[in-house]
């Protein structure tokens, strides 16, 4: 089972460049997430879907866009990134079931670095 | 403001020890979830709870809703054990704590 997929792992970017962070799961899971992780600071929320067709804003969404292409994949891409994003990003997914609590799955992360 | 609290940040113990990791949240919620981030940075589910204990193999998770607090216990800790240790509390939506760093010596 390859669970959640997200590509690329490592990624090197100079200021005002463009990319497109892939993510894929595996599990038929409603909501998907995108995450970024600072040094002494918590998971934020950058993005998620509830459910396939809708995207919603999270608690840092500037400079960021979304995509929930199907009920599997959404992505995440930086249109012209800055310093400011440099970070490591993880995508996540859950069942996601109104009324019903599930364990959020994670991929393995991509340490974005913006020169 | 941070919705949840962890403590300790870091902590060291030698191999063997009785391990507690503490977790305070100020929101409602739904559930409390303990993550694993290992070295190389995947990240992984160990416990979801909403009442009461949970247990799996040496872990241990406990929580109480009236004093909005949960606890994580590691018994028997081994250096595999050695990883940064989350809390997450799903009110409206997930908060995260900045995690606790266990290392463990042999």
């Known amino acids: 089972n390859a669970g959640v997929t997200q590509t690329p792992k490592f990624q090197v970017l100079k200021t005002g460049q463009s990319m497109t962070l892939q993510c894929a799961q595996d599990?038929?899971?409603?909501?998907m997430y995108w995450y970024r992780q600072d040094p002494g600071m918590g998971l934020r929320l950058i993005y998620y879907s509830a459910s396939e067709g809708t995207t919603d804003k999270g608690e840092v969404p500037n400079g960021y866009n979304v995509s929930r292409l199907n009920k599997r994949e959404f992505s995440l891409r930086l249109e012209s990134a800055a310093p400011s994003q440099t970070s490591v990003y993880f995508c996540?997914?859950?069942?996601?079931?109104?009324?019903?609590?599930?364990?959020?799955?994670f991929g393995n992360g991509t340490r974005l670095t913006v020169t | 403001k941070n919705e949840v609290e962890q403590s300790p940040q870091n902590l060291t113990a030698q191999e063997g020890e009785f391990i507690t990791i503490n977790c305070s949240y100020s929101?409602?919620?739904?559930?409390l979830h303990w993550l694993q981030q290992h070295p190389g940075g995947g990240i992984v589910s160990l416990f979801m709870l909403s009442s009461g204990k949970k247990k799996h193999g040496r872990l241990i998770a406990t929580i109480n809703i009236q004093e909005k607090h949960s606890s994580l216990h590691i018994t028997a800790s081994h250096p595999r054990d050695s990883a940064v240790y989350i809390c997450a509390v799903r009110g409206n939506q997930f908060y995260f704590g900045t995690g606790t760093s266990l290392t463990v010596i042999p």
């Open positions: 996540a997914s859950r069942w996601g079931v109104p009324m019903a609590d599930s364990p959020l799955h």
């Open positions: 929101v409602g919620i739904s559930a």
């Open positions: 599990m038929n899971h409603n909501s």
